[in-house]
């Protein structure tokens, strides 16, 4: 059974940085296509990045493009999201999903099997 659980979210200046994780308790995740997603307050959810089973390839959304990466470790049990020069327009609930198929579209949160609990990321002066 995967049990995604993230963490690392929290309140930060604009131009700021913080690091999400997501783990799996199972520590199966290595099997798995990765994607973040976020929802801000009345809108709707909305892909972030994700990064492929083998890690060879990342995509991600365009207004993230330069700022954020995503990466797994070394063991591939935990995928990372390296959120930097961070834009009140970033605030949300980011959570991270994981899918079995590498080759259908990544953007599309009905593509993916499971899901972690969220993490808030707030950007505020």
């Known amino acids: 059974q995967v049990r995604l659980v993230e963490s690392g979210g929290g309140l930060v200046q604009p131009g700021g940085s913080l690091r999400l994780s997501c783990e799996d308790s199972?520590?199966?995740?290595?099997?798995?296509?990765v994607g973040w997603f976020r929802q801000a307050p009345g809108q709707e959810r909305e892909f972030v990045a994700a990064?492929?089973?083998?890690?060879?390839?990342?995509s991600y959304r365009d207004s993230v493009k330069g700022r954020f990466t995503i990466s797994r470790d070394n063991a591939g049990n935990t995928v990372y999201l390296q959120m930097n020069f961070l834009k009140p327009e970033d605030t949300g609930v980011y959570s991270c999903a994981a899918s079995l198929n590498d080759f259908n579209s990544h953007h599309n949160p009905a593509n993916y099997n499971y899901w972690g609990q969220g993490t808030q990321v707030t950007v505020s002066s």
């Open positions: 990064i492929t089973s083998n890690s060879v390839l990342a």
């Open positions: 199972g520590r199966t995740l290595t099997a798995y296509r």
